[in-house]
C-alpha cells in the first residue's frame, strides 16, 4: 500500500464525497521542455473548462478501415483469447475488451504514436507521456453491456497508484458513435470535482470490474448532483474521430440494443513524472496489461500513414 500522503482519498472507509480538484487541467507552461499543444486557443480553453474534446474525422476512411481490419483480426484471435487480456461480455460471452493493443498489435502501437495524437498527450500534459494503458472496447450491437458512471482516475489512483490528475484518455471511434448505439456520455465540467467513493476494494477486483464496475464507481446523491450541475451530453461521431478526454471527467455509457457495433480504440496516456507507484489501496497491484508499471518508457511520437502502412503489410 502506498503510504505516501494521499491527496486524493477514496474507498478509505469514509463518507462518501464530492472534493475539489487539486491539479491543473492544463499543464503546459511556456517554458516548459513540452509545452506547444497542436490545439486552437478555443479547442484548449474548452478542453480546460469541459474536461473533453471531439476532434472530429482526424483518421481519413482509408485509415479507418486499416483499424477496422485489425479490430476484427485481434477479436478473432484464438491464442489471444486464452491470454487474459481479453474481457467478455456478461452473460453473451462476446468480446467486450481487448486490453494492452499498443504493445500487442503493430497497427495500434503505430496508432498509440501517431503525432496527431501523442503530441497534443505531451502538450496538454506539460511532459513526455507513456501509455498506462490501451484497449479495444467493442460493444457489440443487441448484447453490448453499459460501463456506469465513473472517474478514470479514482480507479488509476487507488488500484494503481496513480499519484496526481495528469493524464488523459483518447478514444478513437472505429465506427459510427450516435445517439442510439451506446456513445461515451459525459458531465462536461465534472474533471473539477473529485467524487470519492465508500467501500474497501476488494482483491483481484479487476477481475470483475473490467466486466462490471461496483466499487470505485460515485453513489446516487452524487451522480445527481454532479449531473444537476453539469449535465450530460453524449460525444456522438463518425468514425476515424478522437474523444479526447481528461483522467477525471465524470463518464459512462448506455447498453447497445441496436444491430450496430459501437466500437473504440482507447489509450490512456499518463505522464512521465505522474508514474505509478504502489496502489493506494491495501491490494496488490493490478496486472501489467491493465495498467503498465514494468515498462514504462517516453513515447516517441512518429508521423506515420496508418493507410500506407497496412497497404505495406498487407504486400508482405
Known amino acids: ?39 486552437t486557443p478555443e479547442q484548449i480553453r474548452d478542453y480546460e473548462q469541459n474536461g ?43 468480446v467486450r475488451s481487448v486490453f494492452r493493443i499498443h504493445a500487442i ?11 496527431r495524437l501523442a503530441d497534443i498527450a505531451r502538450g496538454l ?16 450491437g443487441f448484447r ?15 488500484e494503481d497508484g496513480m499519484p496526481n490528475m495528469r493524464a488523459l484518455s483518447m478514444s478513437i471511434t472505429l465506427t459510427e458513435n450516435t445517439a442510439c448505439n451506446g456513445p461515451l456520455m459525459v458531465m462536461p465540467g465534472s474533471h473539477k470535482l473529485y467524487a470519492a467513493c465508500t467501500g474497501a476494494t476488494p482483491a483481484d477486483h479487476f477481475k470483475e470490474s473490467l466486466r462490471k464496475q461496483e466499487y470505485g464507481v460515485p453513489n446516487d446523491e452524487q451522480l445527481t448532483e454532479i449531473a444537476e450541475r453539469f449535465g450530460i451530453v453524449n460525444a456522438t461521431c463518425k468514425p476515424g474521430s478522437v474523444i479526447i478526454f481528461d483522467c477525471n471527467l465524470m463518464h459512462g455509457s448506455n447498453s447497445n440494443i441496436t444491430s450496430n457495433p459501437r466500437s473504440n480504440a482507447f489509450f490512456v496516456y499518463n505522464a512521465l513524472s505522474n508514474r505509478v507507484a ?33 497497404a505495406a503489410d498487407a504486400k508482405s
Open 144 to 158: 453490448g453491456k453499459e460501463f456506469y458512471w465513473h472517474s478514470d482516475f479514482e480507479t488509476w489512483h487507488v
Open 278 to 310: 504502489a496502489p493506494f489501496c491495501n491490494q496488490l497491484p493490478r496486472p501489467e496489461y491493465i495498467a503498465t508499471r514494468q515498462s514504462i518508457q517516453p513515447l516517441i511520437p512518429r508521423a506515420v500513414s496508418m493507410a500506407e502502412y497496412c
Open 1 to 39: 500500500m502506498n503510504t505516501t500522503h494521499d491527496r486524493y482519498p477514496s474507498r478509505t472507509g469514509a463518507k462518501a464525497e464530492l472534493l475539489p480538484r487539486r491539479d491543473p487541467v492544463i499543464y503546459s507552461q511556456p517554458d516548459a521542455a513540452v509545452c506547444s499543444i497542436p490545439l
Open 52 to 94: 473533453f474534446l471531439v476532434l472530429h474525422e482526424l483518421f481519413s476512411a482509408a485509415e479507418v478501415a486499416c483499424f477496422a481490419q485489425e479490430l476484427d483480426r485481434l477479436r478473432s484471435d484464438l491464442v489471444l483469447k486464452d491470454s487474459g487480456e481479453v474481457i467478455n461480455e456478461p452473460g453473451s460471452g462476446e
Open 125 to 140: 500534459l506539460g511532459d513526455e507521456v507513456y501509455v498506462h494503458q490501451s484497449r479495444l472496447n467493442y460493444k457489440p
Open 105 to 115: 498489435s503493430p497497427v495500434f502501437e503505430l496508432m498509440a504514436r501517431d503525432k
